[in-house]
């Protein structure tokens, strides 16, 4: 096995910035979902209209996702990134700042756009990065994301508190990201800057992405993993207040619990990752989540469902990082390098999907049969990764080695791959 190569300058900046761009974008899009109570009553949203408004943000989030998995083979993910973060922040200053119904409509759609191609383009980064390191780097940027979410939704506790207009939170964290982003772009490296082709390399034309049959495990593993994600973070407080007789206080502990322990997982599940393997790291992770649910759903008490929560974010986060990295790795042993960046893109989708779905499908199964019986559902979905996780590689990846292949993808039980 050839030793990974050092990484060099480049590099390493490449990689402090893109962590930057995760954690500005963690806490933009908490500072969105943390106060749409707060948007709700500004704009008059009615409880009828309002579903539609957070439905047509995944949504169009897809769409977005789906035009970068085109416009990669003409411009590098790192100008799509360039392009979109500081609309993105732009937006979220509008949601807050302007005056009608109409116009919200509009930033809300503009903010699904460019959020599915700035989701899309920072991952494509992070896996580029990854296999020019030759070492598990990706959960570290989801870690920052987590990091970002937690001082984001802080930023909306204090602007609740104080009562502040949306406009007044908006403003100072978009006056501070856009030039930061505008700024850490510069340093922003992908595909074609380890050998030190610069930019010219990084704009070599993307290929074609893997087929969506051949890509169709990794993609129920990614829409399983957002399913659990949004039932903790639209479903825990009134899980805890309606089901476990908790204080509306203590209601809200449960999901910043869930994101410490998002971060404190990914912060180190990258050396997890090193030692044993992504297959081994992505198990425990879902053994961990789905016993998460069970003690969530027989918890007597808030006490004990907390429990459930706090293993559910050191299970859960780990496997969206990892599938993005097999996902490239399979790309990469199939068509060559240039077509993971359209293979990012395609996998990306089921993020929406899985966001889209969760909510409603807890909240339906809550009102038809009980709230406890809903919460293992998830579960058994989240289970469903333990099916293919022979994909995601068995043995510690030197993602930077061209010779040593990943797995093919399990596309079933018995299977031998592809």
């Not at 899009?29 to 579903?51: E, H, K, N």
């Not at 990012?344 to 807890?362: E, H, T």
Request: with cysteine; net charge positive; glycine share 12%.
């Amino acid at each position: 096995m050839t030793p990974p190569q050092v990484p060099g300058a480049r590099l390493r900046h490449g990689r402090v910035a893109l962590a930057l761009s995760f954690f500005v974008q963690g806490a933009v899009f908490a500072l969105l979902v943390t106060r749409i109570p707060a948007i709700q009553v500004r704009y008059g949203i009615s409880d009828g209209l309002l579903p539609a408004f957070l439905a047509a943000v995944p949504v169009l989030a897809g769409i977005g996702s789906v035009g970068t998995e085109h416009l990669v083979k003409r411009v590098s993910p790192k100008t799509v990134l360039r392009c979109v973060q500081p609309v993105v922040c732009l937006a979220l200053l509008a949601v807050g700042a302007v005056g009608s119904l109409a116009q919200v409509a509009v930033a809300l759609a503009v903010f699904g756009l460019t959020v599915g191609a700035l989701d899309a383009s920072m991952n494509m980064l992070g896996v580029s990065l990854q296999r020019a390191y030759g070492r598990s780097i990706m959960l570290g940027f989801h870690a920052a994301y987590s990091l970002g979410g937690i001082v984001g939704a802080s930023l909306a506790w204090v602007g609740a508190h104080g009562q502040l207009p949306l406009w007044s939170l908006y403003g100072p964290v978009v006056a501070v990201s856009v030039p930061l982003v505008l700024l850490s772009g510069r340093w922003l490296a992908g595909r074609g800057d380890e050998g030190g082709g610069g930019e010219r390399q990084g704009r070599s034309a993307a290929g074609s992405p893997v087929a969506m049959r051949l890509l169709l495990p990794l993609c129920l593993v990614m829409a399983f993993a957002y399913i659990g994600d949004s039932t903790v973070s639209n479903w825990s407080a009134k899980y805890l207040q309606d089901v476990l007789g908790s204080s509306e206080q203590l209601s809200t502990v449960p999901y910043n619990v869930y994101m410490v322990m998002t971060l404190l997982g990914r912060t180190v599940g990258d050396l997890g990752v090193r030692r044993f393997g992504p297959a081994p790291v992505v198990r425990t992770g879902t053994v961990v989540a789905a016993v998460g649910f069970a003690v969530v759903a027989a918890a007597p008490d808030a006490w004990v469902g907390m429990v459930g929560f706090t293993l559910l974010g050191l299970g859960l986060c780990v496997i969206v990082p990892q599938t993005f990295a097999a996902a490239g790795r399979y790309a990469v042993e199939r068509h060559g390098p240039e077509a993971s960046d359209p293979t990012i893109a395609r996998l990306n989708i089921f993020n929406y999907v899985g966001f889209l779905i969760g909510s409603p499908l807890v909240g339906a199964l809550g009102d038809a049969w009980n709230y406890r019986g809903a919460m293992l559902v998830p579960m058994a979905l989240v289970l469903v990764t333990l099916v293919y996780a022979r994909s995601f590689g068995s043995s510690p990846a030197r993602y930077g080695d061209d010779h040593e292949r990943p797995r093919t993808i399990d596309v079933g039980r018995g299977s031998n791959g592809l």
